[in-house]
């Protein structure tokens, strides 16, 4: 039960820093329950849910404090008016250095909650990258989603034929054995609520 790490609050707004491993909201069951959701109601009860993040991955989650800002935020989300960046770690060099992945996804039913690539069926998912610093072995990498798909960074890295480090679904071998998933939300940007100023918030990396 690490503490919770706000970064901003404000009347309509609460921006906190996800730990990895801990889901967004309750999965099935009594031993799924607590959550990211479950914490923040228990020091904020008005709380309400905007976004998700997968449960391991860590930083920027907004949650809205009053009706009025879960629908403002949720429509900003909806028509991808948010901008949202990530840090990850990857396996092996990632060249070029600049990039964007288009490929449409869809869940893989019979391992879900594991997606795929399905240029038939799948919903659009697009990924630009930006390689930071790279070694034979790995790359530091900003990730900028235009879509908001279920898995889409780490299915769109492993089909550079890079996957992120540390991932349980996607990774394999020595690019697997690593303590967390590599994947952290590092900077997410929206309109306030209450007057529709910009705002962003930024979680440095730990890792």
């Known amino acids: 039960m690490d503490p919770l ?13 996800k730990p990895a491993g801990l889901l ?15 914490r923040v109601q228990e020091a904020y009860p ?21 009706p009025h800002a879960q629908r403002h935020l949720g429509l900003q989300f909806e028509k991808r008016q948010t901008k949202k ?14 990039g964007t992945v288009d490929l449409p996804l869809i869940v893989d039913w019979p391992n879900r909650p594991r997606q795929m690539v399905d240029h038939e069926n799948g919903r ?12 034979e072995i790995e790359s530091r990498v900003r990730l900028s989603p235009k879509t908001g798909r279920s898995h889409q960074l780490r ?11 540390g991932d349980p679904f996607y990774a394999q071998g020595e ?7 590599m994947l952290h939300s590092e900077t ?7 007057g529709g100023r910009g705002m962003r918030f930024t979680a440095k990396a730990p890792f």
């Open 46 to 66: 008005m709380a309400l849910l905007v976004h998700r993040l997968d449960r391991d991955t860590s930083g920027v989650m907004v949650f809205a404090l009053t």
């Open 175 to 181: 690019a697997r054995d690593h303590p967390r998933l």
């Open 24 to 38: 967004s909201v309750p999965g099935k069951g009594d031993h799924l329950s607590d959550c990211l959701l479950a």
């Open 124 to 135: 659009q998912a697009v990924t630009d990258w930006r390689v930071m610093r790279a070694t």
């Open 5 to 17: 790490e706000v970064i901003h609050e404000d009347h309509e707004v609460l921006i906190v820093c």
């Open 85 to 98: 960046t990530y840090i990850a770690r990857v396996q092996g060099r990632l060249e070029p250095a600049t």
């Open 188 to 194: 997410l940007q929206f309109r306030h609520p209450d």
């Open 155 to 165: 299915v769109h890295m492993l089909a550079l034929g890079h996957p992120i480090l």
